[in-house]
């Protein structure tokens, strides 16, 4: 009954130094031999037995990718009940990536949130009980189902997507009229309009496809929020992390009136950076609104960077930030250490139990430990990012990439001059991908909604 | 004063195109099969257009021959013209369309089913459907007599309380003056079973002789006639064909159907059927299409025997008098004689969501039906539902699980589920555009589709299986042999790409990758490719298809793949949906009501949302997974 193949990674984009990327499915075993090679190149791993693990690379085409351990494990024995294949790669956010991209680029689709608990649960391996609440979730979940998954995209988007839909409907129930009416129902001049059509609708899902694309690395990133009293040095700490100038840094203070937001790949790591406004008891309204942001964004924060300027006194300003920040993961930096100081590590280190770094942004001082603070904090796994959201953004991105293919594929026909009969084809596959996204589409859902209380990967 | 005759396995109630394909059927499964008709000489009668076939409707004849049925081969023997439609579009939508002789069409149907063994035929009006315990028991005629029997398959057309209207005139007959059948419907309703009124026309036949051929444009057969069924050979079939003929209507003939539209018992509420969209009549198109200047009216003739001719795309149900001044508009029709007046039919039929799949009702075990009975319109409609009903009657009395057709499986499949899930108010008639997987559901690959099914149930022969079995086996091989066969870029090949206007050859391909070059074929590279082995027209024609549309039946093909996981997932006949929780009320009653046999079929009613059926998807896992248990236990 499920056919396909599901893949994703099982160990979390984040710490250790180990990713395992696991797949499950009929086609498991034949996907990795497409992109497994053993040492000697001569291993197909299809042919070996079941429950081993086998030492090689896994490869696109000529291009290596990683060295890794690969596990076949073959049904019914495996989580799933299902043929299983576990990827064991260097971890490191960006291979782990790539391994995952080629596993789905040779044929697997990515898995759904608890996919593999559903499936395991599907074939048997879970007892119900072990899923005992399964029916009140249903239950209450009924009516926000839909609105569940309709809730990831902004309200816009969804619009958009809609009319999408209906302009796309328009053209089949046309093709299709005229097919069943020659006589009143001409197709005449019918390619060119249906090309402009398609080149509209393209244009719309590329513009919805780079949005998403933002939203996912702005989502899939640290979010890592740059917190602190104004001219404190959030802008300029922003500016020497990114190394362009983003932020407006001027002697003023409350400069930086909203947010600002940059990523920054920090030796592998996403940091989706956040400077916000300074944090201050103020009577201007529009600086208010950004503080009152700053503070709502720093409750989300993954991370908080509060940067204090060394060279002024507390106040109760600082009392707000650092009670703030007292249950997040937070570090603190003494700024301005160029500066003679008003205040000293000892002194805020009765203050919080956060880890705090002195630095000179201005002379370039201390800012390889600033670096070196946030990476061991992420590879001893105090970090990890949202992956529930990450994956929601993926199957939209896939979807919008399926329709934009199908859409592609309308117009080559219609180049090739193939009959309008061939077009309902792929207009009809557009229509349908794109419903999935607003859950228009009926698959097997809910069932799915379930099992998304699942983790990833699991 | 009733008394009970013989007992019968199964009785068929009607002799049209659904009644004969039902009974034949039921006969040739070997069991004990009668059929009842109200008139010995109007077996299969085509009381209205005299071809079989065309878009859409070509592939059900072709489908019900792949499984055994015996329109293809009944029309083969009596076609007087035959043409392939809409060779210029894509394989999906060439459909055959073959006029018939009448007359020859239904004697030669009654010769069959005279001679098929364990067939009994006999002219008697059914009045009465005989049930114990809502099972079959038997039927009762007119004359008392009583029939026990195991299954029933209703096929009585447009006979229910028929009535034929134009204009003031009404007759209380069925079609051309027949009897109707006034009792039935009271035993059925007495069943519990809902009835609907639907209506239909047919046009005015005209003699030949007044009419002005000089004026019309003539259409002519194809010069190589395809046969229907896949066990004619095509040598055999030509013949000398008779030309049909092509005219307008005109701003005239819509001015009088405007100016008289108030004498039209359809507008002036005299009718109260709904009559059918896609059939319309004359009247409807005027008032549809009122910016059209001209519609097309096709002349064809009724038949070798007769010098009437079927004016088609001209029914209407205007007065007499109306009728001769609309039809004398027309070019070449100035001087018309009526032979027979153009007329609208009312009749009793169901509301077909209270069958099954298997056609069988929901509420009558054993009680079957098929044909314009369940709403459909055609004569193609009807046989395949008649095939199909047939089937399953004597399934049923051999305790078999029914035959059921999916959507993607062929044309039938979409035509049964549309009428048993979509709720219809109108007579249904079968379209290029119902079915979702139509490259897939071709008239060319019905045999490859549905033959095998055929075979297993019983109605397809050893030796035409093996022949299947063969084409296949051919058309894999070649195909292969095509994929993996190297095309050098050599003179003698660039030589033949320039002769067919194909562009040269840069560096090596495969004879396949030529074939999918759309102004190449398999044929036309026959000089480049030395290792040919003889090969059939037919096989020729799917290796051809298949490479040149690999990428469209590919997708198709993954599109059909998700629909089935829905289809698949049963939904069991004694589910309580009272017990499923979290169903909203609207759902609950529909699912109630019509008892979808699966997830897909419950997600195509009207009423079901996806939501609702998101619940019943985690109900039934849930279900599913207690009573695997319970029997592990």
Redesign the interface.
């Known amino acids: 009954?499920i056919?396909d193949t599901i893949a994703a990674i099982a160990t979390g984009l984040s710490n250790a130094g180990i990713s395992k990327i696991r797949i499950s499915g009929d086609h498991a075993v034949e996907i990795i031999d497409r992109i497994y090679k053993s040492r000697t190149g001569n291993k197909v791993l299809s042919e070996q037995l079941s429950h081993t693990i086998h030492y090689g690379f896994i490869t696109d085409g000529d291009h290596i990718i990683d060295e890794v351990m690969v596990i076949i494990m073959r049904a019914p024995a495996t989580y799933t009940r299902e043929d299983i294949v576990e990827i064991d790669c260097h971890g490191g956010i960006v291979v782990t990536r790539n391994i995952l991209e080629t596993v789905l680029k040779y044929g697997a689709r990515i898995a759904e949130p608890g996919e593999f608990t559903k499936r395991a649960?599907?074939n048997?391996r879970i007892d119900?009980s072990q899923a005992e609440a399964?029916?009140d979730i249903?239950?209450a979940k009924?009516?926000l189902?839909?609105q569940n998954s309709l809730n990831q995209l902004r309200g816009k988007e969804r619009q958009i997507i809609i009319e999408l839909r209906e302009k796309i409907l328009r053209d089949i129930a046309f093709v299709?009229?005229a097919?069943?009416?020659p006589?009143?129902i001409s197709l005449e001049g019918f390619d060119e309009d249906l090309q402009k059509h398609i080149n509209e609708e393209t244009n719309s899902i590329e513009q919805l496809l780079r949005e998403s694309d933002n939203g996912k690395i702005l989502k899939e990133g640290i979010k890592t929020v740059i917190l602190g009293k104004p001219n404190a040095g959030k802008s300029s700490l922003l500016n020497t992390l990114v190394g362009e100038e983003r932020a407006i840094v001027t002697d003023i203070a409350g400069t930086t009136r909203d947010t600002v937001e940059e990523t920054i790949n920090l030796n592998g790591i996403m940091l989706n950076v956040i400077d916000t406004a300074g944090i201050r008891d103020t009577e201007d309204i529009i600086e208010k609104i950004g503080v009152e942001k700053a503070i709502k964004i720093a409750s989300q924060a993954d991370l908080i960077i509060y940067v204090l300027d060394s060279s002024t006194e507390l106040d109760e300003n600082d009392e707000v930030i650092l009670g703030l920040i007292k249950d997040k993961k937070s570090l603190l930096l003494l700024n301005k250490s160029d500066l003679e100081p008003k205040i000293t590590s000892e002194e805020i280190k009765k203050m919080t139990d956060h880890a705090i770094i002195s630095i000179s942004i201005k002379e370039n001082i201390g800012l390889n430990d600033l670096e070196k603070a946030i990476k061991n904090m992420f590879f001893e796994g105090k970090l990890s990012f949202n992956e529930d959201i990450y994956i929601t953004n993926e199957r939209h991105k896939e979807a919008f990439k399926q329709s934009l293919e199908s859409l592609r594929?309308v117009n080559q026909s219609i180049v090739?001059?193939?009959?309008?009969?061939?077009y309902s084809?792929?207009l009809?596959?557009a229509y349908?991908t794109l419903g999935k996204i607003i859950?228009?589409?009926?698959?097997?859902?809910?069932?799915n909604?379930?099992f998304k209380e699942f983790c990833m990967g699991k | 004063m009733s008394y009970v005759y013989e007992s019968y396995d199964v009785v068929v109630v009607g002799a049209g195109h659904a009644g004969c394909e039902a009974a034949l059927a039921a006969a040739r499964l070997s069991l004990n099969t009668m059929l009842f008709t109200i008139s010995m000489d109007s077996i299969a009668m085509m009381p209205c257009n005299p071809n079989i076939g065309g878009t859409s409707k070509g592939h059900l004849v072709r489908e019900i021959d792949a499984l055994g049925g015996e329109m293809g081969r009944n029309i083969d023997k009596t076609y007087i013209q035959s043409k392939m439609l809409n060779v210029s579009k894509g394989p999906a939508v060439h459909s055959l369309r073959a006029q018939a002789d009448k007359q020859e069409y239904s004697k030669s149907m009654r010769r069959i089913l005279e001679n098929t063994p364990n067939l009994t035929l006999k002219q008697a009006e059914v009045v009465k459907i005989l049930t114990e315990d809502n099972h079959i028991s038997g039927v009762m005629t007119y004359s008392g007599a009583i029939y026990p029997c195991k299954s029933v398959v209703l096929c009585t057309g447009t006979y229910l309380n028929a009535r034929c209207i134009y204009g003031e005139t009404v007759n209380h007959t069925g079609p051309n003056g027949l009897q109707a059948a006034t009792h039935l419907t009271d035993s059925l309703k007495e069943l519990g079973i809902e009835m609907y009124r639907f209506k239909t026309g047919t046009p005015a036949r005209i003699d030949r002789r007044s009419i002005n051929f000089s004026k019309m444009e003539e259409q002519f057969g194809d010069e190589t006639v395809v046969p229907f069924s896949f066990t004619t050979k095509q040598e055999e079939l030509q013949k000398e064909q008779i030309s049909c003929w092509l005219t307008y209507t005109n701003e005239t003939t819509h001015e009088i159907i405007r100016a008289n539209i108030d004498r039209s018992p359809l507008y002036c509420g005299d009718i109260k059927g709904t009559g059918p969209r896609y059939c319309p009549s004359i009247e409807d198109k005027v008032v549809k299409f009122a910016d059209k200047e001209r519609h097309q009216v096709f002349i064809e003739p009724e038949g070798l025997y007769t010098n009437e001719m079927y004016i088609a795309g001209m029914s209407s149900s205007l007065p007499e008098d109306v009728q001769y001044q609309m039809y004398r508009s027309v070019p070449g029709l100035e001087n018309a004689k009526i032979v027979r007046n153009a007329y609208a039919i009312e009749y009793d039929c169901i509301n077909p969501m209270q069958l099954k799949s298997s056609l069988e009702f929901k509420a009558v075990e054993g009680l079957f039906s098929g044909g314009q009975f369940n709403g459909s319109s055609g004569y193609e409609e009807a046989a395949a539902q008649g095939l199909i009903a047939g089937i399953n009657a004597a399934r049923k009395v051999l305790q078999n699980e029914p035959l059921i057709i999916d959507r993607s499986e062929a044309y039938i499949g979409v035509l049964i589920d549309d009428l048993v899930t979509k709720e219809t108010h109108e007579p249904y008639r079968m379209m290029t555009s119902r079915a979702e997987y139509r490259l897939l559901l071709r008239q060319d690959n019905a045999d490859l589709r549905l033959t095998k099914k055929g075979y297993d149930i019983g109605l397809i022969d050893e030796e035409r299986y093996q022949h299947l079995l063969e084409k296949e086996n051919q058309i894999e091989i070649e195909t292969n042999r095509l994929q993996s066969t190297p095309i050098g870029a050599n003179k003698e090949v660039q030589q033949l790409l320039e002769q067919y206007g194909s562009s040269p050859l840069n560096t090596g391909t495969t004879l396949a990758d030529l074939i999918r070059r759309p102004e190449l074929s398999y044929e036309l590279l026959e000089s480049i490719d030395k290792n040919r082995s003889e090969l059939s027209d037919e096989v020729i024609e799917q290796i051809n298809i298949n490479l040149k549309y690999d990428g469209y039946i590919k997708r198709q093909l993954s599109q059909v793949e998700q629909f089935k996981k829905l289809e698949n997932r049963r939904i069991p006949e004694d589910i309580d949906y009272m017990t499923v929780p979290s169903l909203r009320i609207e759902a609950r009653q529909k699912l109630i009501k019509f008892q979808p046999r699966s997830i897909g079929q419950a997600s195509r009613i009207s009423g079901v949302s996806p939501a609702d059926i998101s619940v019943l998807l985690v109900y039934l896992t849930q279900l599913h997974y207690e009573r695997n248990k319970e029997k592990i236990i």
Not at chain 1, 439 to 447: A, P
């Open positions: 009954m056919t649960f599907l048997g119900l399964v029916s249903i239950t009924n009516e189902a839909l299709e009229a097919l069943d009416d006589e009143h594929l090739a001059g193939m009959p309008e009969d061939f084809i792929d009809m596959s349908e859950g228009e589409n009926i698959e097997e859902d809910l069932v909604m379930i």
